[in-house]
């Protein structure tokens, strides 16, 4: 009996349906180390925080379109075969069944001596064990599935492999209406994103007040002073309301800048500490960390050293 022919339809059906899979299965482990960072923080590892946790919103983003092209491509496929057996014996398809057993079984494998390398070397934290049960378990689920669909296991026990889709589905679902709660609504992350905007906006106020000090020696009398129509600088405004941000010069060398939040936050992560601005007992001399901030207006109060910025006269 001649072996049936892969169409370029099969071709590009086996294709997409292994693509759509791996990076379903990817994103899954991927979002899971997420929530595995954000329970078990690492001070060693962890050098600043994502303020938009940008690695859990592309997880989510991903397992909520690949999941559901993986379900309809492998629906089609097992349709077209259901309606031509013959197509069971596709080079096509026990090539990919065999490449992604291969794969799974090589993740499973690394993933043991990761973690008899990592326990020798008395390195064995609570957030790297959860990472490799993990990536042992999905792996593991993953290797052993495909192993059956080659022997033929899921064809001859089509109820089962309703029952494992559909848990496989609920665990993929769970997985991305976890992301919602750390994250919390699109909304939410929109006043985020204003909130930290509006602390870049401060940050390069600042700088520009301590310019503008050290070429006239005094402070500006109103924020507008600071503009500079030569080079092209205008004084930012709150992104959310258009309204200008709030300076007040308190002394020769004392200012103070002020912005109304959405919610409570860090500041900014992003930063490195660096640029001291002040000696005064009770204040922060570290650019990051001064600028957490509540909900509602905050004033940020600032003391400019003439040592460290001395005038560019002297």
Same mark, same amino acid.
């Given at each position: ?12 059906? *086996? ?21 595995? !960072? ?10 600043? /925080? ?31 075969? @259901?309606?031509?057996?013959?197509? !069971? ?5 026990? *090539? ?7 794969? @799974?079984? @090589?993740?499973?494998? #690394? ?9 020798? $070397? #008395? ?20 290797? +052993? ?8 296991? *899921?064809?001859? !026990? ?12 609920? @665990?993929?679902?769970?997985? /991305? ?5 750390? +994250? $919390? ?5 929109? +006043? /985020? ?13 600042? *700088? ?23 080079? #092209? ?28 939040? !959405?919610?409570? $936050? ?27 901030? $509540? ?20």
């Amino acid at each position: 009996m001649d072996k049936p022919k892969v169409t370029p339809k099969d071709f590009f059906l *086996w294709a997409g349906a292994m693509v759509a899979l791996y990076g379903s299965v990817i994103s899954f482990i991927t979002l899971l180390f997420e929530y595995i !960072n954000h329970t078990f923080p690492d001070p060693l590892l962890d050098y600043y /925080i994502d303020p938009y946790s940008g690695g859990i919103r592309f997880a989510m983003a991903s397992l909520i379109v690949l999941v559901p092209v993986t379900i309809i491509l492998m629906r089609y496929i097992r349709k077209d075969i @259901a309606r031509d057996p013959a197509k !069971n014996d596709l080079w096509v398809r026990r *090539w990919a069944l065999v490449l992604t057993v291969f794969l @799974a079984g @090589a993740a499973v494998v #690394g993933d043991l001596i990761t973690l008899i390398n990592y326990f020798l $070397g #008395g390195d064995l934290t609570t957030r790297f064990g959860l990472k490799v049960l993990v990536l042992l378990l999905v792996a593991g689920g993953v290797f +052993l599935h495909f192993l059956a669909d080659l022997r033929g296991y *899921w064809n001859a !026990n089509p109820g089962r492999a309703k029952q494992v889709g559909i848990g496989a589905g609920i @665990a993929v679902l769970a997985s /991305i209406i976890a992301g919602f709660f750390i +994250l $919390g609504s699109p909304m939410e992350m929109r +006043l /985020i994103r204003f909130d930290y905007q509006k602390v870049s906006d401060l940050q390069n106020i600042q *700088w520009q007040i301590i310019n503008y000090w050290q070429q006239k020696e005094s402070l500006p009398a109103a924020i507008e002073d600071i503009e500079d129509p030569l080079s #092209g600088y205008l004084v930012p405004r709150d992104p959310q309301t258009g309204e200008a941000y709030v300076y007040k010069r308190n002394s020769p060398l004392d200012f103070t800048l002020c912005a109304t939040f !959405n919610k409570e $936050g860090i500041g900014d992560p992003y930063s490195y500490p660096s640029r001291p601005i002040s000696a005064v007992p009770g204040k922060s001399n570290m650019e990051n960390g001064t600028w957490d901030h $509540g909900a509602g207006e905050v004033c940020f109060d600032r003391s400019i050293d003439p040592e460290r910025y001395p005038p560019y006269s002297k």
